[in-house]
């Protein structure tokens, strides 16, 4: 098993990417936190991992709580003494066309991805720079960190913020063998991918089969959408890495919509 008794917090990990990382990481031995802002869903999410024999434990956070982080930060090297990797999962989405777009909602989705992507960093690399052994951050970004949407304004600058984050905890994480790398995920058919379908058809004036064919899909080179399993792979991956000759690095996996 690649991830024998590392301890890996990720957050939004009840469903979706999250769950499917956290189940894949708990296979491959680690112990994993499941955060997420609802709690419920969390604990299940634990009990599954638990009956398949895995070991896990449930926490309610809101990323965009700085105390909320780092109490969970703080319970996770209590009960496992340390923290070797971090996973800023978390995320929402909010479709609108620029002009009609409030400020509250702009802030809203910044808060969730970039606001909670640097209150884990920090409440993570304060702890990775104590140990010998350093740790790894893994940022989930998307395609949209690398090109633009219509609709979702916040959304694409939050993803494309997130690169700048992951490079710097590269640069300044080095000398304390802590890596940072990033995932972009093409459309992932989660719950967050699944709202946007009717959001988009009702925007935009088409049918929701045109959305996916015309909108989502049409750049892919099989007309596919990325899976859950792809993406928990590539986080395997990307955490098991022996070397920091990979880090800084942000790796798309899209069926070929972007290459790079």
């Known amino acids: 098993m690649q991830l024998t008794d590392k301890t890996a917090l990720i957050t939004g990990a009840a469903g979706g990417i ?13 112990r994993v936190a499941v955060a997420d802002l609802d709690l419920a869903a969390a604990e299940a999410t634990v009990a599954e991992i638990r009956a398949n024999g895995g070991r896990a434990m449930a926490l309610a956070m809101d990323v965009t709580d700085e105390a909320v982080v ?5 319970r996770i090297v209590a009960e496992w003494d340390g923290l070797d990797i971090a996973i800023a999962n978390a995320g ?8 009609s777009l409030t400020f509250a909602d702009w802030r809203k989705v910044l808060a969730v991805h970039l606001d909670g992507a640097f209150l ?5 690399l304060r702890q990775m720079y104590r140990q010998e052994h350093g740790g790894c951050l893994i940022y989930m970004g998307s395609v949209h960190s690398k090109l633009a949407s ?9 993803k494309h913020g997130l690169l700048g984050l992951c490079r710097t905890v590269a640069k300044e994480g080095a000398k304390h063998r802590v890596r940072a790398n990033m995932i972009c995920p093409g459309f992932v058919r989660t719950p967050l991918v699944e709202r946007q379908i009717p959001e ?5 004036g088409i049918s929701e089969e045109a959305v996916i064919r015309d909108v989502m899909l049409k750049d892919t080179v099989d007309g596919e959408f990325t899976t859950l399993e792809d993406i928990a792979e590539l986080a395997l991956h990307l955490a098991a890495f022996p070397s ?3 880090t800084g690095q942000s790796v798309v996996a899209s069926h070929g919509w972007y290459m790079q």
Request: net charge neutral; charged share 15%; no cysteine.
């Open 18 to 30: 999250g769950r499917a990382i956290a189940e894949r990481y708990a296979r491959e031995g680690a």
């Open 70 to 74: 780092d109490a969970g930060v703080e």
């Open 92 to 99: 929402i989405q909010h479709i609108a066309p620029l002009h």
């Open 120 to 124: 884990v960093t920090s409440a993570a």
């Open 150 to 158: 219509p609709l979702k304004a916040p959304y694409v600058a939050a």
């Open 200 to 204: 988009q058809a009702a925007a935009l």
């Open 244 to 246: 920091a000759a990979l």
